[in-house]
Nanobody, 121 residues
Framework: QVQLVESGGGLVQPGGSLLLSCVAS????????MGWYRQAPGKQRELVAS???????EYTNSVTGRFTISRDNAKNTVYLQMGSLRPEDTAVYYC???????????????WGQGTQVTVSS
């Protein structure tokens, strides 16, 4: 079966940088859009950034200019480079992808388990 695994989270100081990675594995035929979501304590999960199979990107207003989403199709991996981090960026970050597998043969949404990002001095 298909699964997504995030890595790269941790504790950083305000103004610091962090690189998140998400690797998809399993009987994958194709991957369409991929994205990063986050959920802070007491708040709803929100879309942070997304990237289409063609490389088009979108960002939520609060991270525009600070975060960069990218993907490596050969590695079935999506990245989120985060810079100029602020305390309000603190959240659990989740990877999402639309994946077609040899089993289901249709594109379905998959989610990772999340990785904690804490921005604090």
């Amino acid at each position: 079966q298909v699964q997504l695994v995030e890595s790269g989270g941790g504790l950083v100081q305000p103004g610091g940088s962090l690189l998140l990675s998400c690797v998809a594995s399993g009987s994958i035929i194709g991957i369409n859009a991929m994205g990063w979501y986050r959920q802070a304590p007491g708040k709803q999960r929100e879309l942070v950034a997304s990237i289409t199979s063609g490389g088009s990107t979108e960002y939520t207003n609060s991270v525009t200019g600070r975060f960069t989403i990218s993907r490596d199709n050969a590695k079935n991996t999506v990245y989120l480079q985060m810079g100029s981090l602020r305390p309000e960026d603190t959240a659990v970050y989740y990877c999402n992808a639309e994946i077609r597998s040899s089993f289901f043969r249709v594109y379905r949404e998959y989610w990772g388990q999340g990785t904690q990002v804490t921005v604090s001095s």
